[in-house]
């Protein structure tokens, strides 16, 4: 029994390390869902204060247990272990999350089922109010032809969709739609535009080859053919992540209402929300022109520009070190929040598990941090508000923030 959990704990730590391979995960994820006790353990290491408590509860435990036993433990965990960095000042963990699931790691095969047993315990009452629980968000949107025509994705069978100017479009079975060249054209530019709800995202490759895939609530228009544009142009309403096909020729060009955002052939994202206060461009790779107003930056990898069209400040912000796992979480499939609002974290959820929100007066000034799969059910993205002191009550799909 031991050589399984010391073989799950490796695997916690690597997806906390981000250094999980695509069968790993697969792994993982079976053994998170083969038990409750496996979902609320996952559930719980997304927070920091939660492990600490179980670490100062761990302590005295750990009087009982032969240094030995504890150094085997090590032993076993070996290469899971997070990079120690020696600075003048001492060793010190290079990543939080890291901390956390080492210590996680180490209490799951020494006191796993003390974890499970106050878990248990203590939310009873959790559990009995969200017998019905709000489902994550799904793969599915809805194209709008050039005839006006429209097609619910999720409903609509694998293959051909239409064809239009001598482009095919297709729908494949692992939620993508694709548009391929199917013949020369008459030149005739349409556009199609493909949108999402809340509670919805897509995948689409575009006529040039470009990769784009929509998060929720958010659309993007675009012609059937690029063949006889001088530019590659399509307009953006929320957030989407793009990976341009190169083409020197015909620089690609993302509109929102805000800004334009101009590549040849690059990896970033654009975040455009029409209830937020700024617009956030995220470079990975390759190099962007922001563009707004009378104002233009050039984007270099790591890089993230900040706009906020509604101030009087009238100028483009950079972050010369952006957070470029955070702003692209949404696209891996994770919620991540640093520091974060109550007003930004339920802004996400609200577009992911269709809420409304409604906030008290004079909310307390709450920064949360955390990280919790888009997978989940509204029920394990409470957790996230529970731990971060966030005071709410829930009826249907209506949340409130309580002021408590």
């Known amino acids: 029994m031991f050589e399984t959990e010391f073989h799950i704990s490796k695997l916690l730590v ?9 069968e790993e995960l697969d792994e993982l994820n079976l053994w998170k869902n083969s038990s409750e006790d496996n979902k609320i353990y996952f559930n719980q290491l997304m927070d920091e204060h939660i492990v600490q408590n179980k670490l100062q509860r761990f302590q005295e435990l750990s009087k009982s247990i032969e240094q030995k036993v504890w150094n085997k433990t090590l032993e076993k965990l070996g290469d899971s272990f997070p990079v120690i960095a020696t600075t003048g000042k001492g060793s010190v963990m290079l990543n939080l999350w890291s901390r956390i699931a080492v210590a996680a790691a180490v209490i799951f095969v020494l006191a796993g089922g003390l974890w499970f047993y106050e878990h248990k315990i203590n939310n009873k009452s959790l559990t009995a109010t969200h017998i019905n629980d709000i489902p994550a968000g799904k793969t599915t949107a809805t194209l709008t032809l050039a005839n006006g025509k429209k097609i619910v994705l999720s409903d609509a069978m694998n293959g051909q969709l239409a064809e239009e100017t001598g482009v095919s479009i297709t729908k494949t079975a692992d939620g993508q739609l694709v548009y391929k060249m199917s013949g020369e054209g008459n030149g005739e530019i349409k556009y199609n535009t493909l949108t999402t709800r809340n509670g919805e995202q897509y995948q689409v490759i575009l006529p040039d080859g470009t990769f784009a895939y929509l998060n929720a609530a958010s659309s993007i228009t675009f012609p059937t053919t690029f063949t006889h544009a001088k530019k590659r142009e399509v307009t953006l309403d929320g957030e989407a ?25 690059t990896h970033f994202n654009v975040k455009s929300y029409a209830e937020e206060s700024i617009v956030k461009t995220t470079l990975l790779e390759g190099s962007v022109k922001v563009v707004f107003k009378n ?85 394990g993205f409470i957790n996230l508000l529970q731990f971060g002191g966030v005071k709410f009550k829930i009826e249907g799909r209506n949340i409130t923030i309580l002021n408590e």
Do not use: C
């Open 14 to 22: 690597g997806y906390f390390r981000d250094q999980l391979t695509a």
């Open 241 to 265: 992540y793009f990976e341009v096909a190169k083409d020197k020729k015909h620089p690609f060009i993302v509109k929102t209402n805000t800004q334009e955002v101009e590549v040849l052939g």
């Open 295 to 379: 104002q233009q930056a050039i984007l270099k990898p790591g890089q993230q520009s900040l706009v906020t069209p509604s101030s009087n400040n009238e100028h483009i912000s950079i972050n010369y070190d952006a957070d470029v796992a955070e702003a692209i979480a949404w696209k891996n499939g994770v919620f991540e929040f640093k520091n974060a609002s109550i007003q930004e974290l339920m802004l996400s959820a609200a577009r992911w598990y269709d809420l409304n929100v409604i906030y008290e007066k004079n909310l307390p000034d709450l920064k949360i941090s955390g990280r919790i799969s888009r997978n989940v059910n509204f029920s």
